[in-house]
């Protein structure tokens, strides 16, 4: 009976160890959230492998932190609350700083700068933000796009606005005619602009200009930390402004 009891007890300790080990990453893994279809930031290419701007940054800083990472497409949509439920470690993929995150998140400083645009077909009569009364106008749903066009005073005057999951369907929809306007950060457009010339335009008025920073849950002021001692030393070295000519031309990394 007791050798029965034995062997009972051990196999409890042997599930329970195989169990925290088969949940979550490795302490020495940092798990980045991102948007797949975020050009050029982080999104996948003709090989269908996660690159971009962001994904070069964050594989840099994790390299200064001794660290592997892993990057983990999610719905844009709850990336606070993957963030919070533990299943990644950091936001990295285009993350506008704002007041209202600031109080779901930490966030290390501001690494880029961006504005949020509208961008119409090219040859379109729309030339002004108030020319967008009465029309019909896409963005990507729960993106600081959103908070963009809420905060302007056309919003109240537009005729319809349409959701999308992401930016791609977006713009999808506005070749195809769903949508007369689509409002989208400007470091995406003018990817998209280099790849499609004569498509698109962007209006000469902006509707907000803005900041991304890294997201980190909050209470892990140790990883918010590791981190921006690891970004301040990329800066320092020039790693972040070669990083920054690869994909944009020139640095545009915020010291």
């Given at each position: 009976m007791k050798k029965l009891a034995s062997l009972l007890a051990g196999l409890v300790i042997l599930m329970t160890v195989?169990?925290?080990?088969?949940?979550g990453g490795s302490s020495n893994e940092l798990v980045i959230g991102i948007d797949d279809k975020f050009a050029p930031m982080g999104f996948r290419d003709e090989n269908n492998e996660i690159v971009g701007f962001d994904i070069d940054y964050a594989r840099a800083a994790a390299e200064k932190m001794g660290m592997e990472v892993k990057f983990q497409p999610i719905d844009w949509k709850a990336k606070e609350s993957e963030l919070s439920s533990g299943r990644i470690d950091l936001?990295?993929?285009?993350y506008t700083i704002t007041d209202e995150r600031k109080e779901k998140v930490l966030f290390t400083k501001p690494y880029l700068e961006n504005s949020q645009v509208v961008v119409v077909l090219e040859g379109s009569d729309i030339s002004t933000i108030s020319d967008l009364a009465g029309k019909n106008i896409g963005l990507q749903s729960l993106s600081s796009a959103a908070d963009a066009l809420s905060a302007n005073a056309i919003h109240s005057q537009v005729k319809d606005i349409s959701e999308f999951p992401d930016n791609v369907l977006a713009l999808s929809d506005l070749k195809n005619g769903r949508v007369d306007a689509v409002v989208i950060d400007e470091v995406v457009m003018k990817y998209y602009m280099s790849k499609e010339e004569g498509t698109f335009k962007i209006l000469d008025e902006?509707?907000?200009p803005e900041q991304y920073g890294i997201g980190v849950k909050k209470g892990n002021e140790e990883l918010l930390n590791k981190l921006q001692k690891a970004l301040d030393e990329l800066n320092a070295d020039g790693t972040a402004a070669s990083i920054s000519e690869k994909w944009f031309g020139e640095d545009k990394v915020l010291k």
């Open positions: 195989i169990g925290c080990s088969s949940t936001i990295w993929n285009g902006s509707l907000a």
